[in-house]
């Protein structure tokens, strides 16, 4: 799988949006972005994945750059139960499996 | 939305005991269950893919013999950790996927809740 890089830790404040940024320079054209996200001893949950358009969801928006090398995850209105680290992943649509890095730490302060 | 349950969500066990961990899809058939091993503060480390009927392939570093899986049908999913050790204590996070064309495109991983195992 491609490599992404996403900063370690980022913070919002309640009810502001926030932007999550992932860069992807090696993406191939048949890689899928992921989003997902893991709260504290949770499994990780689903957030939203696309291909190649901006894609929008209940839970957020994906921004995805016109050569698809980095793209942009949008809480419209962040609120403390989205406080969790968010992983963005890679996933070609034939490969089997999914590896996560690092991933963004957010938190929301009151 | 698919939901992928595990049991027990904790487990404390006495070293040299063996553990077992299972998956479950609840409303899919899972043709290939993935399972993660995670530290604290660190980010999910890929253990083992696992296809219904076949052996586990396992990511390089992780003992076969040390943790068994079984994928023995298309909804049930089991790690069983041998001869426990304290070092083997963290946070094992089981995902399902269904088959390609189920659910997302690319057939969607869907993640468990998680089973936290300690060994004293």
């Known amino acids: 799988d491609a490599k992404t890089t996403q900063p370690n830790s980022m913070e919002s404040n309640e009810e502001e949006p926030v ?3 992932c860069n992807h320079s090696t993406i191939s054209g048949t890689d899928y972005i992921h989003w997902y996200r893991q ?3 949770q499994g990780p949950e689903y957030v939203i994945h ?3 358009s901006n894609v929008n969801n209940r839970m957020a928006s994906l921004a995805i750059a016109e050569d698809r090398k980095s793209s942009t995850l949008i809480l419209h209105r962040a609120t403390l139960r989205d406080a969790a680290v968010y992983y963005c992943i890679l996933r070609d649509v034939w490969n089997n499996d999914m590896r996560f890095g690092a991933g963004t730490r957010l938190t929301v302060k009151p | 939305g698919a939901v992928v349950s595990q049991h027990p ?3 404390i066990c006495k070293s040299g005991t063996s553990v077992k961990i299972e998956c479950r899809s609840l409303d899919f058939q899972a043709t290939t269950m993935f399972w993660y091993r995670q530290f604290p503060k ?3 480390m890929l253990m083992a893919t696992s296809n219904e009927g076949s052996k586990a392939t396992y990511e390089q570093g992780v003992e076969k013999d040390k ?3 079984n994928h023995a049908s298309l909804t049930l999913s089991t790690l069983t950790v041998t001869s426990a050790h304290p070092e083997d204590s963290s946070f094992y996070i089981c995902s399902a996927r269904g088959s ?3 659910g997302l495109a690319g057939g969607e991983q869907y993640f468990g809740p998680g089973t936290r195992l ?3």
Do not use: D, E, M, Q
Request: hydrophobic share 45%; no cysteine.
């Open chain 1, 19 to 21: 932007h999550l940024p």
């Open chain 1, 39 to 41: 709260l504290p001893s």
């Open chain 1, 50 to 52: 696309g291909l190649t």
């Open chain 2, 9 to 11: 969500s904790r487990v």
């Open chain 2, 42 to 44: 660190k980010s999910l």
């Open chain 2, 67 to 69: 943790f068994l899986i």
């Open chain 2, 100 to 102: 390609i064309g189920f």
């Open chain 2, 118 to 120: 300690t060994v004293t």
